[in-house]
């Protein structure tokens, strides 16, 4: 496995991978959701392709840049291990040098849920990932679900974009309570990581009153902010059930849901989601 930092290094060593290449975009402290992404891109790609770095233009500026948890040893002996041909760790000067003036913005899709309450945090993403794309190259790009409208913006620049690269995107990886594995769950003591597993809960609430026949939006977003009311360490920023495609909200359920919802336990924001109407991995 090689690692490199600079853009000369990136390309040099970019050259002598065989294709397919796999991308997997990260900002490292690695879980079991990340290497997940990385199995899937050694399925079907010749060469990985890694990045680590966490990219300080997707962090508002009362948000968890400096406190990010990190540590490059462990991410790399677990890559290490899954054999990935190559790590890009740059530094924000490689990113972002001085006098840096370029970004990518995409419209509608970024508007809602998260991009309401983060603004500029999908201009960030989308300018990294552009960056990335550009500089690796790769045929296939694996993201998570776990973003479920990170993965909807980064489809949409694809294709806006015409990148020549396949999205793919893999199922939300658990905890056997339920809880989305994130590296942000560092962040929780042991009380806050019990009540953590409300979003999961609040999902299935959901879940279970739609698999009942529910079909009101607001009664199935109810049920869900119910929920997270009765665990009195977390607070709900926002739930939504939305249009799997345009994810605004929806009246009425005809043709599945994205449900989704930011949730505050403690100081730590956590996001969760399911689709409802369609399999998910769980
Ligand atoms: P991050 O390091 O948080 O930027 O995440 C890097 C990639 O891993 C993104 O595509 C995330 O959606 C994905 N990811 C993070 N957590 C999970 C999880 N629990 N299951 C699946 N994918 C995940």
Redesign the pocket.
Known sequence: MKTVETLNELWQARKDLPGPVGLV????FLHD??L??VKEAKQSCASVVVSIFVNPTQFGPSEDLDAYPRDLQRDLSHLEALDVDLVWIPTSEVMYPANYQTWVEVGDVTKPLEGSYRPGHFRGVTTVVSKLFNAVQPDVAV?????AQ?VAVISQMTRDLSYPIEIKV?P???EGDGL????RNTYLNQDQRKAATVLYRALRAAEKAYLSGERSAETIRQIMSETITDEPLASAQYVSCADLLTLTELETITNGALLSMAVYVGKTRLIDNWILGKPNAD
């Open positions: 975009p990260t900002m490292g959701g990340h997940m992404l993201f998570g679900q776990k973003d990170q893999v939300i990886v658990r989305a594995l994130s590296s």
